[in-house]
Antibody, heavy 119, light 113 residues
Framework: QVQLQESGPGLVKPSETLSLTCTVS????????WNWIRQFPGKGLEWIGH???????SYNPSLKSRVTISLDTSKNQFSLRLSSVTAADTAVYYC?????????????WGQGTLVTVSS | DIVMTQSPDSLAVSLGERATIDCKSS????????????LAWYQQKPGQPPKLLIY???TRESGVPDRFSGSGSGTDFTLTISSLQAEDVAVYYC?????????FGPGTKVDIK
């Protein structure tokens, strides 16, 4: 059974960079797309981007200038960096695996981690 | 961007009764080359991540009870819970994965009447 676990600081100051890591266990990181999604306090869900095991990435255009997703296959981990954060980036951040059926269909999710942007 | 809307915002249904949630997309998510609707449904219980219930608009994910069913095509879709159980209390989201930017509906909260 594939499991994903997010880790990283729960509090980030405005203008700084949010950094999160997702550790994948119970299955290989190869041959799948690995996604980051966030859920705002009002409960809306927003796709941030994903990375394929080969290293190719795709990002939400609204965040593209501030986002980097990277992969460390040796550690079975992938990471999110979001720069120049503001209070509007406060959300629960989820990592998720995309299904074999489609690279944007999300079949396994981490439990999520709340990131608050505040000074 | 493809905008997803859902109705109602919330509903309360008696145990054992039917619950129906509608989802509309601002443009068709039916891919003509394979005749598949790129539409999924997720269930989110309090304090938990979303869980994939249905994909291709009507295919149940493995392990999902058959009281959950999805229907529709093009721009109009429905999630039906045929006989509501207590454990079905949750928020339900639709998601399109037709475009390179996947988008979610705002969610529908389902409660027990």
């Amino acid at each position: 059974q594939v499991q994903l676990q997010e880790s990283g600081p729960g509090l980030v100051k405005p203008s700084e960079t949010l950094s999160l890591t997702c550790t994948v266990s119970g299955g290989p990181i190869s041959s799948y797309y690995w996604n980051w999604i966030r859920q705002f306090p009002g409960k809306g869900l927003e796709w941030i981007g994903h990375i394929y095991y080969s290293g190719s990435t795709s990002y939400n255009p609204s965040l593209k200038s501030r986002v980097t997703i990277s992969l460390d296959t040796s550690k079975n981990q992938f990471s999110l960096r979001l720069s120049s954060v503001t209070a509007a980036d406060t959300a629960v951040y989820y990592c998720a695996r995309a299904s074999n059926w489609n690279d944007l269909l999300l079949d396994y999710w981490g439990q999520g981690t709340l990131v608050t942007v505040s000074s | 961007d493809i905008v997803m809307t859902q109705s109602p915002d919330s509903l309360a249904v008696s145990l054992g009764e039917r619950a129906t949630i509608d989802c509309k997309s601002s443009q068709s998510v039916l891919y003509s080359s394979n005749n598949k609707n790129y539409l999924a449904w997720y269930q989110q219980k309090p304090g938990q991540p979303p869980k994939l219930l249905i994909y291709w608009a009507s295919t149940r994910e493995s392990g999902v009870p058959d009281r959950f069913s999805g229907s529709g095509s093009g721009t109009d879709f429905t999630l039906t819970i045929s006989s509501l159980q207590a454990e079905d209390v949750a928020v339900y989201y639709c998601q399109q994965y037709y475009s390179t930017l996947p988008t979610f509906g705002p969610g529908t909260k389902v409660d027990i009447k």
